[in-house]
């Protein structure tokens, strides 16, 4: 199988996209149904385009085809079966054509299903997914075409980066991406919704299956990348405040406020101009982040392959969809008002505290990841903003959310008592006293740790306490059953943000570290386990030598075993590159973390020894953020029929 | 003296790549090794992708290590440590930007779009207060039973759908 | 009026674009030198010894800050042995030294002696002194945050300009050059 099949595949895809885009469109204004559903026959068409051209890749990766430029740059044959697999998606080209394959998949879903969807809005909805797919492929064929040939083929690759050859990172570019071209879904449904010039309750309903998979998916993707860094990168830490991390956070941020105001148009037919904004915002940030990432304009340890015409291109493109959208926005939106009003104190006003708390902290890490480059342009000068400044700025926005986050769901519609609220959660307020004063006796967390953990135990007892509350009783299992999916996935999402907060609290603030130079046999207390080295000796690996150390810890007081670690330092002949690989146990409650470091001269191993506090909570409770946000995308909300609106006594959702 | 230079010689030869923060760079007095982490984390590896200076394994970032280290234990106070590097590498090697004049929106930036964000919340509340005058009751009670826990005593709603 | 906060967002992306495309311009690892205008560091290094420079002058020479400011601009190039850039600009370098007489010193950066003999006497030796910085610390001082770098000091021993990584013909040709004639 030759990959000019694949790249012909792509071409075909092309070709169906600029006629998704503009057909459809026109079918829509003038009502012709038939056109209109062309826009579903051209959503497959692409899917199935897009997968075969990307199964074409992968199967030249898999046969180690190094006579295509990019199997040759990024594979070995002596690269492990599921990384030659991996690595199709592991670089710029390969990773943009996935990146399509989702998108087309996503639009052949929204072709697909969604019932009861009126065609024009369908039809304006694949339109505009297909003009941001045009986008896309044409960036990719005219700039970073994954079929390209190399002339000379040599006998084998360049092999990959060894820190890529690992599972995390496998999986962390695709859960991205279903989190970016979610959010490029949510983003054709706000525009198609400008086209058409109105919002309604039902337009939000069929959106937000979207924008809840595309949170989900980047909860994930950003939890799986920040879980990589701390056991791949060697130094216990999660987040660093990278451009290219900033580049994915962004939109998470906007995604969750997204996710917020969306039930509000629903249900309330308010909030809609946030909505539209909201959603046209995420998915910019979304192109933002392609940009920093593949552009080379600012350093950063996970940028691809820097090429300045590639950046001028996702420029342009970026100028296009987010300037032509927001210039939409600016001359439809204020049309748009309407509905339901409310009362300072109320769910909606909750809503939009939450709104306003989010749009900062994004404008704020937006200001301080291009404040670099901002100042350079105008000035010549050149400063660095890390972490922190970030830390200082980001956390302080985040706590009085997530305080707002434990009293919302216990605040009615429209009109609601805060004190009321305030009374049913005595129980959650005496929790997380117990949590500050734990803190405060434990010592080590200065006034931000104590803040951090009472705020998280104050959230998660409130939650736990407010979902129960609402089934407790007698025939609890029907209610139970019966609340709404949404209830549920709140629930759970709250929660987990709960448990997420804890885990970053603790772990930043009663880290226990110790750096010591350790020959085999020494042992080092810490944290209340000794921690042993028996020895250190040599390894080999499939595509690589290793040395490798192996250390017993086991708990100080009763000498019980706890596990043997085996840290290692690695060296990939193929890429001259060494890797360091810690070696971690996880007890629920903290990891021991150990590193292996250099041989001295004198005959010993620098040796770093960690001990992190309740670090695994942010791995898990990431996922449980993640299950809930898929909980609620499972259910069906009660989508609020205007008054002029046909009402029938049963919602019909 | 001499020995010193030569084993930093032979290890920096042998090994290019150095570990980031070796025992054998570590103080032999806690409270100041304790402020050289703290300050290695502040500072920023010039050379290196965005890595602070204690995580970073470069060579450059090796020395600037030793060299925080010896200014501490010769007395400077964390201020003169910082100026020293960035008389020679520029406020880019500080991981936390200076307050100056160039770095006002920087700084005031969040507070900023906060305020503004405020304003803009503030000016629709007054159109949403007519709203809500002309709406009034908009039969909402009735949709919304299942998202108002509490009814309008403020107690626990007891029956569901 | 009504409308101003809804144009909002497309003003501020519009300001935010713009920067992006300035900024695409610019070398994000460029460092510009914290000593611009300010006087060279002090420091006074061990001579290279052993030299055998193209000019047939033997002495070994050591380099220290007076010797930066002797009323005529001057090139401080710091190189090293291990360094594979500096293998390649090291040519221009001597094109420099004896098409267009430019006085060149030579800063050896955390190198064994032998190997930057080596190194010499194979591409050519035309540095007119050559200091041996052993353990890197001169190279802070001035700010070095990679190998190769080089300095253009004016005459009154003041830092003008900073290149970091080696100097390509384009660059010798288009900024050294031209800022050594302006700088006499």
């Keep these: 199988m030759t990959v000019e099949t694949g790249h012909f595949a792509l071409i075909v895809a092309l070709i169906l996209a600029v006629m998704q885009s503009t057909v459809p469109l026109w079918a829509a204004a003038r009502g012709n149904r038939e056109l209109m559903n062309l826009a579903r026959h051209t959503a497959w068409g692409q899917l199935i385009c897009v997968t075969l051209a990307f199964c074409v890749l992968m199967y030249a990766f898999a046969s180690s085809d190094f006579s295509v430029t990019v199997v040759a740059m990024n594979s070995h044959s002596a690269k492990p079966f599921l990384y030659k697999l991996a690595a199709s998606w592991g670089h710029h080209e390969g990773s943009l054509l996935l990146w399509i394959l989702i998108l087309s998949l996503f639009g052949a879903c929204v072709a697909t299903f969604c019932r009861g969807m009126p065609d024009p809005l369908r039809a304006r909805v694949l339109a505009v997914q297909g003009m941001i797919g045009v986008g896309f492929m044409l960036f990719t064929l005219l700039t970073s075409n994954p079929f390209d040939r190399l002339i000379d083929a040599p006998l084998d690759g360049n092999g990959l980066n060894p820190l890529l050859q690992d599972p995390g990172l496998v999986f962390h570019p695709p859960l991205l991406y279903f989190g970016y071209v979610g959010m490029s879904t949510a983003f054709s449904f706000a525009v198609a919704a400008l086209i058409e010039g109105r919002v309604t309750p039902d337009w939000a309903r069929w959106a937000r299956t979207w924008v809840l998979i595309a949170w989900a998916g980047l909860t994930m993707g950003i939890s799986l990348g920040s879980w990589w860094a701390y056991y791949e990168l060697g130094w216990g830490g999660f987040w660093f405040w990278d451009p290219v991390e900033n580049a994915s956070f962004m939109p998470w941020l906007m995604a969750t406020a997204l996710l917020h105001c969306i039930s509000v148009v629903a249900k309330r037919d308010a909030f809609k101009s946030w909505t539209l904004l909201l959603a046209i915002l995420g998915f910019s940030m979304s192109l933002l982040g392609t940009f920093i990432v593949r552009s080379g304009l600012l350093t950063s340890v996970h940028a691809f392959a820097t090429d300045p015409e590639r950046g001028v291109f996702i420029l342009v493109l970026l100028g296009i969809t987010v300037g032509g959208a927001l210039l939409l926005f600016a001359i439809r939106a204020p049309t748009m008002e309407g509905g339901g009003g409310f009362e300072p104190v109320s769910r909606e006003g909750a809503l939009l505290i939450n709104n306003l708390l989010l749009a900062t902290a994004t404008a704020t890490v937006l200001i301080g990841t291009l404040y670099p480059l901002v100042l350079e342009a105008v000035t010549g000068e050149k400063v660095s903003v890390g972490p922190p400044f970030f830390n200082a700025t980001f956390v302080p926005l985040m706590m009085p959310m997530l305080a707002v986050m434990a009293l919302a769901p216990l605040l009615s519609w429209r009109k609601a008592s805060a004190l009321a609220a305030f009374k049913q959660l005595w129980v959650a307020g005496i929790a997380a006293a117990g949590v500050l004063l734990l803190s405060v006796w434990i010592s080590g967390a200065g006034v931000a740790g104590i803040i951090g953990m009472t705020v998280a135990a104050w959230l998660a007892a409130a939650t736990a306490y407010s979902w129960v509350r609402r089934w407790w009783g007698k025939g609890a299992l029907r209610r139970l059953i019966s609340l709404p999916m949404e209830v549920h996935g709140m629930s759970i999402a709250h929660f987990a943000a709960a448990i997420v907060v804890a885990g970053i609290t603790a772990t930043s603030v009663w880290q226990s570290e110790a750096v010591k130079l350790m020959k085999a046999g020494d042992s080092v207390d810490l944290a209340g386990y000794t921690w042993r080295l028996d020895r250190v000796y040599d390894a080999v690996g499939p595509n690589y030598q290793a040395v490798r150390g192996e250390m017993t810890v086991t708990r100080t007081d009763d000498g019980s075993q706890v596990s043997i670690l085996y840290p290692e330092r690695r060296f990939y002949p193929v890429a001259q590159q060494n890797t360091t690989e810690a070696a971690i146990h996880t007890t629920g409650l903290a990891d021991l973390y150990v590193v292996l470091g250099e041989g001295e001269q004198t005959g010993g191993w620098a040796m770093r020894l960690y001990h992190n506090p309740l670090v695994p909570w942010l791995w898990f409770g990431a996922a449980f953020m993640a299950l809930g946000g898929l909980v609620s995308a499972a259910g069906r909300i009660r989508v609020r029929r205007t008054r002029t609106a046909n009402t029938a006594a049963e919602a019909v959702a | 003296m001499r020995l010193f230079l030569l084993a930093i010689l032979a290890l920096l030869l042998a090994a290019p790549a150095a570990q980031a923060i070796a025992p054998s760079e570590m103080l032999r007095d806690p409270v100041l090794e304790a402020r050289a982490r703290d300050l290695g984390k502040e500072l920023r590896c010039p050379k290196c992708q965005n890595q602070s200076l204690d995580d970073s394994e470069a060579g450059i970032a090796v020395d600037l290590r030793r060299i925080v280290r010896e200014r501490l234990v010769a007395g400077d106070t964390d201020v003169q440590v910082k100026a020293y590097l960035t008389a020679r590498y520029g406020d880019f090697v500080l991981l936390k930007p200076p307050m100056k004049s160039t770095t006002w929106a920087l700084w005031f930036g969040p507070l900023a779009v906060i305020l503004l964000g405020g304003v803009v919340i503030w000016r629709s509340a007054r159109r949403n207060k007519a709203r809500l005058a002309e709406m009034g009751d908009d039969g909402l009670d009735d949709d919304m039973q299942d998202d108002n826990p509490l009814n309008t005593d403020g107690e626990w709603e007891s029956a569901k759908r | ?184």
């Design chain 3, 1 to 184: 009026m009504k409308r101003l906060p809804y144009l909002l967002p497309l003003a501020v992306f519009a300001c935010i674009a713009v920067y992006l495309w300035i900024g695409l311009g610019n070398d994000p690892r460029n460092l510009p030198s914290a000593l611009l205008d300010k006087p060279s560091p002090q420091f006074d290094l061990p001579p290279l010894e052993g030299r055998a420079r193209l000019d047939g002058k033997q002495e070994a020479l050591p380099l220290a800050t007076r010797h930066l400011a002797t009323g005529k601009p001057m090139l401080v190039n710091f190189f090293a042995s291990w360094c594979g850039p500096c293998q390649v600009e090291h040519p221009i370098l001597n094109q420099m030294a004896t098409t267009h007489g430019v006085t060149i010193h030579g800063i050896n950066y955390k190198d064994d002696p032998a190997r930057a003999l080596a190194f010499l006497g194979r591409l050519g030796d035309t540095y007119d002194r050559v200091g041996r910085d052993l353990d890197g610390r001169v190279a802070i001082e001035f700010g070095v945050y990679g190998i190769p770098e080089t300095f253009v000091i004016d005459g009154q021993g003041r830092v003008q300009y900073r290149h970091p990584g080696p100097i390509s013909p384009d660059v010798a040709q288009n900024t050294i050059l031209p800022l050594l004639e302006s700088l006499k």
